[in-house]
């Protein structure tokens, strides 16, 4: 199952223009460099702009196989540490 994670924005229009707003887009695709960014735009009915930024999920196999080692490497390294403790004890 294909996931996107998003961050929604809240603004007001009576307080923020389109260059605040475009701003604060910049400002956080700044933040996350290395995702692909979309956003979307809306107004509601209580007049404030609503900013959604979608992030393209990184759930591939190859990052799977890559957390399974991570952990599997720090499992060991706990069980390591345990062994210790319990040999100075």
Known sequence: ?????????????????SKEI?????KTKKEFLNRNVYVDISLNDFGMYII??????RNTIFNKIKIY???K???KLLLQEKNNNYSRS
């Open 1 to 17: 199952m294909n996931r996107t994670k998003c961050l929604e924005y809240y603004l007001d229009s009576k307080e923020y223009g």
């Open 22 to 26: 475009q701003e604060s887009i910049e």
């Open 69 to 71: 080692f991570k952990k």
């Open 52 to 57: 959604t930024f979608y992030f393209e999920n």
């Open 73 to 75: 490497n720090k499992d």
